[in-house]
């Protein structure tokens, strides 16, 4: 059973930057395929980035392209999510998860086994 934990949410003003963390502990986490997620209130899960096992493959959703940077550190069995230029409409609270199947960008929504339990990012105008 794998246990994803986030950190490194807060508050922050337009413009400003934040970098999420996601420690997994319980399996191995240099075999997952990663990703990170957002849901506002009021509003549907959204997909945000993914990255593969090994770091060299990462996809990210339209919105924050050129903005965010998912990247991970397999010795610490953590996943980051370096979020630069933030805007109001980045507010959320942001989820990561974790999937054992083959990389496949944008795919994990639908099949990831293991979630975490999300941090609050608040990005004031």
């Known amino acids: 059973q794998v246990q994803l934990v986030e950190s490194g949410g807060g508050l922050v003003q337009a413009g400003g930057s934040l970098r999420l963390s996601c420690a997994a502990s319980?399996?191995?986490?240099?075999?997952?395929?990663m990703g990170w997620f957002r849901q506002a209130p009021g509003k549907e899960r959204e997909f945000v980035a993914d990255?593969?096992?090994?770091?060299?493959?990462?996809y990210y959703a339209v919105s924050v392209k050129g903005r965010f940077t998912i990247s991970r550190d397999n010795a610490k069995s953590t996943v980051y999510l370096q979020m630069n230029s933030l805007k109001p409409e980045d507010t959320a609270v942001y989820y990561c998860?974790?999937?054992?199947?083959?990389?496949?960008?944008?795919?994990?929504?639908?099949?990831?086994?293991?979630w975490g339990q999300g941090t609050q990012v608040t990005v004031s105008s």
């Open positions: 998860a974790a999937d054992s199947r083959p990389y496949s960008p944008g795919r994990l929504e639908g099949r990831a086994d293991y």
């Open positions: 319980g399996g191995t986490f240099s075999s997952y395929m």
């Open positions: 990255i593969s096992w090994s770091g060299g493959s990462r």
